[in-house]
Nanobody
Framework: QVQLVESGGGSVQAGGSLRLSCAAS???????MGWFRQAPGQKREGVAG???????SYADSLRGRVTISKDNAKNTLYLQMGSLKPEDTAIYYC??????????????????????????WGQGTQVTVSS
C-alpha cells in the first residue's frame, strides 16, 4: 500500500510559477508516477508522467510549461509549473501506477484509471490562477 500526499498548491497570478510536491509513504522507485488535474465540471486529465527509469512525458497542451521530476531517495515527486494561466486552475493529483512505464499519452485510459494501472492517488492540492 502506498500513500501519496500532495503539497505546494496555492493561489498565484497569471504568469507565475508553482512547484508541487508529492510525498510517497513507500518505495516508488519501480513505479510510473504521474500528475493529473481536474477543473470544476471537467474530466480528470493527465498533466505529466515519469517512468521508473526517469523518462518524462507530458500532455501536449502543457509541454514546455511544466517539468516533472522525482527524488528517489526522498520518495518524492515534483511538478514545476510556469507561465501559469487561469485555465490551469484545478485540483492537482499525483498517482502511482503498478507499472514501470507510464501510459502514452498520459491521459490514456483515465476513464478506467485502475485498469490503466493507476492504483494509488493522493487527495489533491488546489491550484488557483487569477488573471
Amino acid at each position: 500500500q502506498v500513500q501519496l500526499v500532495e503539497s505546494g498548491g496555492g493561489s498565484v497570478q497569471a504568469g507565475g510559477s508553482l512547484r508541487l510536491s508529492c510525498a510517497a509513504s513507500g518505495d516508488t522507485r519501480r513505479n510510473c508516477m504521474g500528475w493529473f488535474r481536474q477543473a470544476p465540471g471537467q474530466k480528470r486529465e493527465g498533466v505529466a508522467g515519469i517512468d521508473a527509469d526517469g523518462t518524462p512525458s507530458y500532455a501536449d497542451s502543457l509541454r514546455g510549461r511544466v517539468t516533472i521530476s522525482k527524488d528517489n531517495a526522498k520518495n518524492t515527486l515534483y511538478l514545476q509549473m510556469g507561465s501559469l494561466k487561469p485555465e490551469d486552475t484545478a485540483i492537482y493529483y499525483c498517482a502511482a501506477s503498478v507499472n514501470e512505464v507510464c501510459p502514452s499519452p498520459i491521459s490514456y485510459g483515465l476513464d478506467a484509471p485502475t485498469t490503466a494501472g493507476w492504483m494509488y492517488w493522493g487527495q489533491g492540492t488546489q491550484v488557483t490562477v487569477s488573471s
